[in-house]
């Protein structure tokens, strides 16, 4: 059943990161009767260049914008109608958040409680509030870690154990508190890994990618042994449509891939995909030996995996891609997409915008 996306007008901010680009991409490609309000502040991690092809789409708005400016989120809201939040926009790489936390606080939590404010004013102090939708995007480290057995499920108790962990756990009971509070129609999804195309070089797998390319070393944390559940980035946006049209308001749900991989396997993966691929680099070495056991993260988590069977059973969603088919598409994609992957590593992504709107 679409009837519950017909005609909306969704904001989806961090419209311009991994998830979020995908997200947005998805809703272009397959909803012919909605607007997207894309709102991204373009830090870093943020490239308007992965939405080339659709960024001018006639039903796509982008917004140069910060999700803790309450006048611009008050704006938005009033100007374009916006009755369906989708909310992706946060800092998320954990090593950052050891170095800069402030900034997780900020963006992660103050940002959350701006857009939750600007929903409940407009939505339901203006009486706007029948069939619109506030969906969080969250992470499964807010659970904290496993052992060797166990997996996560919605009412796991919070046990998050780094400042980007904290500040995401923190969100969470914002926008549950709103809900119990103001009966704001809020929904929350918390999900494993995502890996696939427009994903930013520091994160695992498209750093491994790219350094084994430029047969640079391969650093890979501790004793390799830390595991994950990988989630491939498609199967996640559908995921959320999923909830955005079938969840139950006030509900949590955890979206999982169903792949538990330790790092070292996956590390190892990717290079015997590229050696079969590409064949083996000049010195006749398989990209494997590139690999190099650096000093463990502070605080690294050992084990996390999903329990995605509420989503499964209620909504009807289960991943369709297995962790060896998802590899292969994101292998394939970044190596057809090597210029995009040049502008990331050379900075040069950072003047699209520029390009696209300040020189019109």
């Known amino acids: 059943m679409r ?9 989806v901010t961090g419209g ?30 943020g490239n308007l260049q992965s939405l080339e092809g659709v960024a001018d789409h006639p039903r796509h708005t982008f917004i140069r914008g910060d999700i803790c400016d309450p006048e611009l989120i008050d704006a938005l809201f009033t100007e374009h109608g916006i009755d369906t939040v989708v909310h992706f926009a946060a800092e998320s790489h954990v090593d950052r958040s050891i170095t800069d936390p402030d900034t997780f606080v900020r963006t992660n939590v103050f940002g959350t409680f701006t857009l939750l404010e600007g929903a409940r004013k407009y939505w339901l102090d203006q009486g706007k509030g029948n069939n619109c939708r506030f969906l969080h995007v969250s992470t499964d480290e807010v659970y904290g870690s496993l052992g060797k057995t166990g997996y996560f499920t919605e009412t796991t108790r919070y046990d998050p154990r780094s400042p980007y962990s904290a500040s995401k756990a923190s969100s969470d009971h914002f926008v549950r508190a709103y809900f119990h509070t103001y009966g704001l129609p809020v929904l929350i999804t918390n999900c ?12 695992l ?10 047969g640079k070393a391969l650093p890979v ?3 390799g042994g830390n595991v994950r559940d990988w989630l491939y980035v498609r199967d996640h946006c559908e995921a959320i449509v999923r909830v955005l049209e079938h969840g139950q308001t006030g509900e949590a749900y955890n979206i999982g891939g169903h792949n538990e991989k330790k790092n070292i396997d996956v590390v190892e993966l990717l290079c015997d995909m590229l050696d079969t691929k590409l064949g083996l680099p000049e010195n006749g070495k398989p990209r494997k030996t590139l690999i190099t056991m650096v000093k463990d993260r502070l605080g690294h988590d050992r084990r996390y995996a999903i329990d995605a069977g509420k989503i499964d059973r209620e ?15 994101t292998v394939d994609w970044y190596l057809e997409n090597k210029k995009w992957s040049e502008s990331v590593m050379d900075g040069s992504y ?4 520029t390009k696209m709107y300040e020189q019109k």
């Open 16 to 45: 311009c990161g991994f998830i979020g680009v995908n997200f947005v991409r998805l809703l272009l490609e397959t909803r012919q009767d909605l607007q997207v309000i894309n709102l991204d502040k373009l830090t870093y991690a």
């Open 350 to 353: 950072q003047q699209y915008y």
């Open 192 to 203: 494993s890994n995502n890996y696939g195309p427009y994903q930013f070089p520091e994160k």
């Open 205 to 214: 797998i498209p750093l491994i990618l790219n350094n084994a390319l430029q």
């Open 3 to 11: 009837g519950e996306l017909m005609n909306k007008t969704i904001l």
């Open 221 to 223: 944390y501790g004793d």
């Open 315 to 329: 909504l009807g969603w289960r991943p369709k891609y297995t962790f060896e088919q998802g590899m292969k598409k």
